[in-house]
């Protein structure tokens, strides 16, 4: 007797089914529309978020390390748009007597915003966990600030290894008589720990952000990986055709910083909520569900009101 396929051969043997069931699910969940929320939201949260982490770290590591950091790493999240956003924040720190606790509050408040709008976003597309096991109120309400000092940590651990590997540079390795300039290596594992870094945060969204389920580590490095790795060659692209190609200057006037970070985030929250959906997808597929995404949802609501 024949044993059943499992759902990677599944997958495997029909990509261009499985493909168009998950554009199907994504356009039924408004993917797009999705998208654009989040990216507003993470464009409102972005400049309070991190002016809050510095402000924070900056009692415990030297604060010009923090901004060096900083400068390195925010085009990864938003690109072209990036010197503004670090403008505001260090124009922020250099007054940052006028950082009362209310104003701290108020940044922490807005720097969470992202994060709910985000797991309400993975809500809809994770609606089969909803249905099943719904996250408990004080859970979603903690979440957001978990997440922001878990990137404090983060950010913190970047900054030491980068001040580490920013002081090799002017040192050789010396291998059989010859020696290498260390400065071109720095360089590029500065760059591989920021990709590396972003990485994590990804593949921590899609294992712990969603409702309650049972995704499989593995499956959420796959997801961080890949869409990590899509983001960086969307990126590039972005940067390219921002300083060769782009219009929005000209067409915006003194509102095209704000289009091209807007319109940054949004294709990356494309990507990050399309590969959320490529997830569900398959857990579904795993799981024997059939039902449509409209249907799922009817589903929850029922279960939510019992």
Avoid: C
Avoid at 46 to 72: G, K, N, Q, W
Avoid at 90 to 119: D, G, K
Avoid at 126 to 137: A, S
């Amino acid at each position: 007797m024949a044993r059943p396929r499992g759902t990677w051969h599944k997958v495997s043997a029909q990509p261009g089914a499985f493909a168009l069931q998950v554009l199907k699910a994504f356009q039924k969940n408004q993917g797009l529309l999705l998208s654009g929320a989040l990216a507003y939201y993470i464009l409102l949260s972005v400049i309070p978020l991190f002016t809050f982490l510095l402000l924070m770290l900056s009692h415990v590591i030297d604060e010009t390390a923090l901004l060096a950091t900083l400068r390195r790493y925010i085009g990864l999240i938003i690109p072209g748009d990036s010197a503004a956003v670090l403008a505001q924040i260090r124009n922020i720190l250099e007054h940052r007597e006028v950082a009362s606790w209310v104003v701290l509050i108020a940044m922490l408040f807005f720097s969470s915003l992202a994060f709910s709008v985000l797991e309400s976003a993975l809500s809809i597309i994770f609606v089969h966990r909803v249905r099943h096991k719904p996250r408990p109120l004080f859970v979603s309400l903690l979440l957001p600030y978990v997440y922001i000092i878990l990137l404090g940590v983060g950010f913190l651990v970047m900054t030491v290894m980068a001040s580490l590997l920013q002081s090799m540079r002017d040192d050789q390795l010396v291998l059989l008589g010859r020696g290498w300039s260390l400065d071109k290596l720095s360089v590029v594992l500065l760059y591989l720990i920021g990709l590396a870094g972003l990485i994590l945060v990804l593949t921590s969204i899609y294992l712990v952000i969603p409702p309650r389920g049972r995704i499989r580590p593995r499956h959420a490095l796959v997801g961080g990986i890949s869409v990590g790795l899509l983001w960086e060659a969307t990126r590039h692209i972005l940067l390219w055709y921002f300083s060769t190609l782009s219009v929005v200057g000209v067409v915006y006037g003194s509102l095209a910083t704000t289009i091209v970070g807007l319109l940054s985030l949004e294709i990356a929250s494309i990507i990050l909520l399309f590969g959320a959906q490529v997830i569900a997808e398959y857990e579904r597929l795993q799981d024997g569900d059939t039902g449509s995404p409209a249907e799922l949802k009817t589903d929850a609501a029922r279960a939510e009101v019992r």
